[in-house]
T-cell receptor, first 107, second 113 residues
């Protein structure tokens, strides 16, 4: 069983819809990262969380350390949000990754 | 501020050969980590270096090795290449202390034929 589980695997939304991606992990961590990968491979770090909630523009990330669960929300989704979103947990300088969620936002 | 630079961007090698990939971190960053990404296995951690010391490594065979130089630049080497080593290899840099995020390079696309 993977240390990091993401759901859903794929998600299609209409422009303007609210999107939620979930991440559960089974190990102790020092931080959780949300990453975005566009076609072509480039990875951008969106958030690093060790507790609570962070917001950047239309993106919100939350983490519940006790429940070992994090969510990434995209409000008022836009076609440019179409990408793969990856959850990664950090433990002892090692990142472990979820399988990613492919998000497609239709105009 | 220059980003993380990986060279080369693309590489084609033959089975049995060896390859060396390079990663130059953001100026001032002392940690460099390496990852392999394949369609079947997703992203997997290879190793992490901080101030020329390997602090952790993933579950890869000994054919995969790395090192970090005093200027924080890092190289990874894969010897006796196999078809299954075809992948996107990514490196990321960070300051190296807790509380800081990662900046990823654009990757090296390795094809083994």
């Amino acid at each position: 069983k993977n240390e990091v589980e993401q759901s859903p695997q794929n998600l299609t939304a209409q422009e303007g819809e609210f999107i939620t991606i979930n991440c559960s992990y089974s190990v102790g961590i020092s931080a959780l990262h949300w990453l975005q990968q566009h076609p072509g491979g480039g990875i951008v770090s969106l958030f690093m969380l060790s507790s609570g909630k962070k917001k950047h523009g239309r993106l919100i990330a939350t983490i519940n350390i006790q429940e070992k669960h994090s969510s990434l929300h995209i409000t008022a989704s836009h076609p440019r949000d179409s990408a793969v979103y990856i959850c990664a947990v950090l433990n002892d300088y090692k990142l472990s990754f979820g399988a990613g969620t492919t998000v497609t936002v239709r105009a | 501020k220059a980003g993380v630079t990986q060279t080369p961007r693309y590489l084609i090698k033959t089975r049995g050969q060896q390859v060396t990939l390079s990663c130059s971190p953001i100026s001032g960053h002392r940690s460099v980590s390496w990852y392999q990404q394949t369609p079947g296995q997703g992203l997997q951690f290879l190793f992490e270096y901080f101030s020329e010391t390997q602090r952790n490594k993933g579950n890869f065979p000994g054919r995969f090795s790395g090192r970090q130089f005093s200027n924080s630049r890092s190289e990874m080497n894969v010897s006796t290449l196999e078809l299954g080593d075809s992948a996107l290899y990514l490196c990321a840099s960070s300051p190296g202390t807790e509380g800081y995020g990662y900046t990823f390079g654009s990757g090296t696309r390795l094809t083994v034929v």
